[in-house]
């Protein structure tokens, strides 16, 4: 049976509408859509998937359907142009994708791309899709991940300004990353005795204290903290080194400081080896993944821009929501 998905269409003037439309289309009966948005986002491609439009809260047929989440003006559907309303509508789609979730009525959340800054206009502190999930979900601590065929990436900080992340840096929150990774991966991706690798702070991971003391004061304490609970990685390893080694077997995922450190060399391999990455949100009582692009306002309404994360993000929705299924 197709795993049923709660979709957020993300922002209306975005590209999440079209790529959401054209990966259900590839998919057929690989999944079971649940989109959550705005029914004037129906000629974006959506119309054509002849689902059913239903209102909030009510009972979701079979086959799947179309939520109307809001009733927004064609002046703020327009694709490539932002409108102040669309920072809400982008926050009541998240929200109500979330919820069916929540409820038991879809198995699995994916998420087309948000603007922050415009969800920020109407949530002030929206940082991002991982963030706002920690703080719903109630639980411990979250991690985003962005996972490819070749190369899986984990971020210990993720959307903060780099001028703050080594302050926010702490031995119990990188191992707290690694404990979280490598349990997400026995448990939802089938990893049995994952092979996590640390990447290190300073050029050449300090070279030995001559570029700086993180790797000593950070890194490995963190490895031996994340040692002491069962969940062992190695290193800290240079990064400009421990990125390719993963990509070429060596380790299942690598564990990285912060954003741009971890999601360079993964969106490098999508761009230059057709590599298309998930960001999955590991750690979560609930399961979450979201293409690895953004709204790119410059290729919506084109038919430029490509669905292939999002096929891979279903995809990998549908698959770890099976295997919780099979753990229950």
Partial sequence: MAARIAISLG????????????????????????????????DRGLGRLGLPLVDPGARIPRGGAFVAVTRLPPSALRPGRPAPLGGAAQLAFLTAAYDLVQNGAAAALCTAPVSKAQV????????GHTEWLEARGGGGRSVMMLAGARLRVALVTNHLPLSRVRAALTPALIAG??????????????????????????????????????????????LRLARRTGTPAAGPFPADSVFFRAALGEFDAVVALYHDQGLIPVKLMDSVMGDPAVNVT????????????????????????????MIAAL??????????ARRT
């Fill in 315 to 324: 995809r990998l929705a549908a698959r770890i929501a099976r295997v919780r």
């Fill in 177 to 222: 990353t690694i404990s979280v990774t490598y349990r997400a991966l026995q448990q939802d991706l089938g990893v049995a005795a994952p092979r996590l690798a640390l990447a290190a702070w300073n050029p050449h991971a300090g070279e030995s204290g001559t570029m700086g003391d993180e790797e000593a004061r950070l890194c490995l304490p963190a």
């Fill in 282 to 309: 590991l750690g979560l009582p609930i399961v979450r993944t979201s293409p690895d692009h953004g709204v790119a306002y410059a290729l919506a309404g084109t038919g430029k821009a490509s669905p292939a994360s």
């Fill in 120 to 127: 920020a206009r109407a949530l002030p502190g929206f940082v």
């Fill in 11 to 42: 922002d209306p003037s975005g590209i999440g509408p079209e790529v959401t439309a054209a990966a259900l289309r590839a998919l057929g009966r690989e999944v079971e859509p649940v989109l959550c948005g705005d029914p004037g986002l129906l």
